[in-house]
């Protein structure tokens, strides 16, 4: 039984292996960058062998970077997306950003003033498109360029791996009938459950596996080779701030009324201190009254 799990925990590191997939084992690929154009090339010659490459008895998994410069951004976009359409392919993502490298607003009357914008938009394309179509949708992409920065086709060579996927199948096919063919206990229960749980990833994994070979992915970078300028109609704010930063009429009426109720609130306070004012009035009057008195008795002192 120690046996049969050991076999069961080393097929499943082979198993992950098989779907790593990972991008450093390419038996063929295509990268070029371009320095300068040339009019005389037909669109036909840039496009990659690796692109429509097919071997008898060979599995490849392609996939392409383009990064390139267009007249339009925007309109590039949406001629892709709808050559894409056709060929039967879909777009995954999709991020158009313009951004702005500077704003300046100049007033063209009283009311009016125009906004000139200076920006350069940019987009970051994902797509997948059939394989067997992917030259024809690089051909497409190609015809769309003002200046091809780079691009690189990758064609991976999986034939191996689909192999091995397929004997491991059949392994843990095998591991299952052996499975149960054990006496029922605690370890048999455990060792079907990790022999289904394996199955389940290896499934997952041909699924994944055939959606990749079915459809090829393109990443995308379009960007305008200079700034684009936008001329936008705009209000002309700092003479409508001019026009109603200050209103004399409206400003005297109002210091007028607001002086008139600090009046009434300065008569009211006064009102309100009346006890105070009352004993300083008594006060006053008695301190009063007694430097008369003694003043009086002073003067009638005989010398």
């Not at 450093?24 to 692109?51: N, P």
């Not at 843990?172 to 149960?180: C, F, L, Q, V």
Request: hydrophobic share 40%; with cysteine; glycine share 6%.
């Amino acid at each position: 039984m120690k046996n049969l799990k050991s076999k069961i925990v080393l097929g499943s590191l082979v198993f992950a292996t098989v779907i790593a997939c990972k991008k450093g084992d390419y038996a063929a690929g295509y990268s070029e960058g371009i320095q300068s154009t040339d009019s005389t090339v037909k669109v036909s010659d840039s496009i990659s062998s690796a692109a429509t490459m097919q071997v008898e008895g060979k599995q490849f998994i392609k996939t392409a970077d383009v990064n390139m410069e267009v007249k339009d951004v925007y309109e590039a976009t949406v001629a892709i997306e709808k050559s894409l359409l056709q060929l039967g392919g879909f777009v995954t993502s999709s991020r158009l950003n313009s951004r702005v490298v500077s704003e300046e607003t100049f007033n063209t009357s009283d009311q009016n003033a125009v906004m000139v914008r200076k920006f350069q938009t940019e987009n970051s394309m994902q797509v997948r498109v059939p394989t067997e179509k992917l030259g024809a949708l690089l051909q497409f992409i190609n015809d769309r360029k003002v200046f091809l920065n780079s691009r690189v086709i990758l064609a991976e060579d999986v034939t191996a791996n689909l192999k091995l996927a397929e004997l491991e199948a059949k392994r843990i096919s095998k591991t299952g009938e052996n499975i149960a063919k054990i006496k029922p206990n605690k370890d048999k229960v455990e060792l079907g459950d990790q022999n289904m749980s394996e199955g389940n990833y290896q499934e997952i994994a041909g699924m994944d596996m055939n959606d990749r070979l079915k459809y090829s992915t393109v990443d995308l970078y379009l960007k305008e080779p200079n700034l684009r300028v936008a001329e936008i109609g705009v209000a002309n704010t700092q003479n409508m701030d001019n026009k109603y930063k200050f209103n004399f009429i409206y400003e005297t009426r109002n210091a007028f009324v607001e002086g008139f109720y600090l009046t009434q609130k300065l008569i009211v306070g006064i009102v309100t201190l009346w006890p105070i004012l009352l004993v300083g009035g008594l006060l006053f009057y008695f301190l009063r009254r007694r430097k008369t008195s003694l003043h009086i008795g002073k003067t009638e002192i005989p010398e």
